[in-house]
């Protein structure tokens, strides 16, 4: 009885294991709040990007960025700064977490960051012939296996890939891999066609987020009038010499 | 992770600590603010401006629009900005309780 006993408390570590593997293995459930792991990064991957096209070369060459090695402090020019929307893939890469709610024929995501949201249609649609330009695109998801395959167009061309001034053109098409690895942790991969701007597919690495079982997506706006008091208190004057205001 | 807007005009490299009293506590986006003053080597009172992240998520670990108000006195901990201005990046507050919160965004 007393063997029996041990044998089986040894047996848990396994018994865990084995599930944590069995779930990622049988798991079309991406449902949760998740971020980013270390509080996110960009979905792309710059030391992986291909030749720009002209179009792209001048867009970027025009793009000066809040972070990185092409920042122009007090000279930024994200889009962002204007309260304009982040688009997809950025907003797969802020530090901010973003939900996925499943219901039947549709994947919806709710993003903190300016609570934006996008549609993911699961009923078998194909993409839209010739869509009109949205900031969010337009996109479709089918399971190939245990791993989400979503694509989208109809991408608008205003929003930057990522905080460093990576274009897109409005040809974008999106691929992106969502892959529930473990219980709390989800893999998305994310490839760029747009032969507007790269002279090649741009393939990604994948990246890993976190489930935050515990927090809910809170309230976050951009407001141009909040945006503009930020930049003439902090923003603006960390750029420059002797200058503090107040 | 600080993504966004101007965390390149600070110089992480550099930290500063300073024994700061409140004058307004911004609890708002895009990033919360906290204006105070201290006093430099020489006992003279300098004016501080300081940011951090957003309520969104620093709500989540801990903070509240009552964390601070003017007249607080606590320590702050962050990084300066480079070009000299008395402008900062929050890496920790500490309350005159102790209590500790970071001003980053934690893993």
């Keep these: 009885m007393r063997n029996r006993f041990f044998l089986s408390i040894a047996a848990i570590p396994a018994l865990v294991a084995f599930s944590s593997v069995a779930f990622a293995q049988g798991s079309r459930d991406l449902s949760g709040v998740w971020i980013g792991k270390r509080g996110g990064n960009a979905v792309v991957d710059t030391a992986l990007r291909p030749p720009m096209t002209p179009w792209a070369q001048a867009r970027f060459d025009a793009a000066v960025p809040t972070v990185g090695p092409r920042v122009i402090a007090g000279k930024e020019n994200d889009p962002i700064l204007r309260c304009n929307p982040d688009g997809i893939p950025k907003l797969l890469g802020v530090p901010q977490p973003f939900e996925i709610i499943q219901i039947p024929n549709r994947m919806l995501m709710f993003f903190e960051h300016n609570r934006h949201w996008r549609t993911i249609w699961m009923d078998g649609r194909k993409l839209p012939e010739d869509p009109d330009p949205a900031w969010m695109g337009y996109s479709v998801g089918k399971w190939e296996g245990n791993t989400l395959v979503v694509e989208s167009s109809g ?42 701007a790269y002279t090649k597919t741009w393939v990604n690495k994948p990246k890993l987020y976190n489930l935050k079982r515990d927090w809910e997506i809170a309230e976050h706006y951009c407001v141009i009038d909040e945006e503009t008091a930020y930049g003439d208190a902090i923003r603006v004057p960390a750029g420059q010499p002797g200058n503090t205001p107040r | 992770m600080f993504a966004h807007h101007g965390a390149s005009a600070y110089d992480r490299g550099a930290t500063v600590t300073l024994k700061a009293t409140i004058t307004e506590f911004k609890y708002a986006n895009p990033h919360v603010q906290i204006f105070f003053d201290a006093k430099d080597d020489k006992g003279t ?10 309520p969104a998520m620093l709500s989540k670990q801990g903070w509240s629009k009552s964390t601070l108000k003017a007249g607080d006195q606590v320590t702050i901990i962050g990084h300066p900005s480079r070009t000299g201005s008395q402008i900062m990046l929050l890496e920790k507050l500490v309350l005159a309780n102790g209590k500790e919160l970071a001003g980053i965004l934690l893993d």
């Excluded at chain 1, 040809?171 to 969502?178: D, G, I, P, Q, S």
């Excluded at chain 2, 009172?45 to 957003?54: A, D, F, L, M, P």
């Design chain 2, 45 to 54: 009172v300098q004016h501080w401006n300081c940011e951090t992240i957003n």
């Design chain 1, 155 to 196: 991408f608008n061309d205003i929003p930057w890939l990522d905080f460093y001034g990576d274009p897109h053109s409005d040809a974008m098409r999106l691929t992106e891999r969502y892959r529930r690895v473990d219980r709390e942790t989800l893999e998305i991969t994310v490839t760029i066609d747009d032969p507007k």
